[in-house]
């Protein structure tokens, strides 16, 4: 099976400028961000709602816990939310009228409290990614991106299997690229 496009940053800066020029284009951002600064799968995008992101006075958390009925083999998992993901979902959350804790975090036109569903969700990446004209990209596209460039920067495999909420070392070991880049640098260490 062909594993998904791992993007790079000007790709993924083409991403974000074709989502500006579109509908929804915060929501379509903060959305694809979930995914490149977050790792978190399509499926954990779409489960989540207003109160697992957005606290009672209305600021961005800088942990999610995701429940077993939100997460890929229902383990619940903790995710880390950095500055620039909180920058990314403080403008989203800005600009979204404020929403009862239960409803999805992100709305749809069709279903604005139940929002995406994970296959819908899937679909819309696909969408997103083929717009910007980015070939061999997938709604996994953003987990691959995520575990590869913390890899790059120096992260152990171990701290990459929590974050990506796997259970065995080997399935974090193929989500991680070497790229040609990441090679130069590794010897350059010796």
Known sequence: MKQAKTLTAAELRRVTDSIATRAHPIRNRAMLMMTHLAGLRVGEVAQLTWADVVTAEGAVREEVRLNA?????????????????????????AATPKREPTAALFYTQKHPRRGFTPNTLTQHFLNMYRIAGIDGASSHSG???????????GASIRVLMKLMGHRNISTTIGYVDASDDMLRRAVELV
Not at 72 to 93: N, W
Not at 143 to 153: E, I, Q
């Open 69 to 93: 009925d939100q997460t890929k083999g229902r383990h619940p998992r903790t995710v880390y939310i950095s500055p620039k993901l909180q920058k990314e979902l403080r403008a989203y959350i």
């Open 143 to 153: 987990r691959r991106t995520f575990a590869t460039s913390l890899s790059s920067k």
